[in-house]
């Protein structure tokens, strides 16, 4: 929509909390997306890292930290495999001013009366239901509203695999992280190990284009970094 032209998407992803990431590398990643003034956050999961021992210090520290991400939009996120068995992971996006958007979307309006679609999956490592089953609400949605309602849709996911159980025509811009960019990788050769759900889409940065009747063109672009950031304009 025209009200959206220029708005700033920072995407970020598996940060890993515990392992790599503590709380000063949290604060001075905050402060480079601070510095790319976003209008929108997407965060695609694996906040912590699963063998981490979370203490309520650790919870406030993240907290403390994500709160301070400055958008004009608002903050969204999914849950990665590693956050699933931290039971403490919903509050954290809650009380960081995060919308946990798990299986579910939101109606984003900026500036007019036509808004975007923001859509969510989290992991599928953890879950039993089945893509179809996680899909239909914000499928009927689309559905339902197809001539009315939202033009541009997101859809963000952990796994980027995921997206070839998905109706991808339904969406304009995908969201992933999980892969690590292969999370085994040697020079000159590239990626020689992939975890499950990133076998297919492991690469930084994929493009592919399809023909659909109601957009000429369709653009998927699946993110796969950690923690780098990227924009989207």
């Known amino acids: 929509p025209d009200s959206f032209h220029g708005v700033k998407i920072v ?3 598996d ?3 515990g392992r790599t990431i503590l709380k000063d590398e949290l604060n001075n990643l905050v402060i480079s997306i601070n510095k790319l003034k976003p209008d929108i956050v997407i965060f695609t999961g694996d906040l912590i890292d699963k063998d981490t021992s979370l203490k309520k210090e650790d919870k406030k520290n993240i907290i403390n930290s994500l709160k301070k991400i400055d958008t004009i939009i608002g903050k969204y996120a999914i849950t990665g495999n590693h956050d699933y068995q931290f039971k403490e992971y919903e509050s954290i996006l809650l009380e960081s001013d995060f919308i946990n958007l798990d299986d579910s979307y939101d109606v984003v309006y900026h500036k007019s ?3 975007i679609l923001i859509a969510g ?3 599928y ?3 039993k239901k089945s893509i179809d089953d996680r899909m239909i609400n914000i499928n009927t949605y689309i559905a339902d509203n197809k001539d009315n309602g939202p033009k541009f849709k997101i859809l963000m996911m952990h796994e980027p695999d995921l997206i070839n159980d998905v109706q991808i025509d339904n969406f304009n811009l995908v969201l992933a992280g999980h ?3 292969g999370q085994v990788r040697l020079p000159f050769i590239g990626a020689v190990y992939t975890p499950n759900g990133a076998k297919k889409y492991y690469d930084e940065f994929c493009e592919a284009w399809f023909g659909d009747k109601d957009l000429d063109e369709l653009l998927m672009k699946i993110k796969t970094e950690r923690p780098d950031l ?3 304009n």
């Open 11 to 13: 995407h970020v992803s």
């Open 15 to 17: 940060i890993h909390y």
């Open 113 to 115: 009366y036509q808004p």
């Open 121 to 123: 999956l989290k992991t």
């Open 125 to 127: 490592l953890s879950s």
């Open 179 to 181: 892969s690590h960019n």
């Open 230 to 232: 990227y924009t989207i």
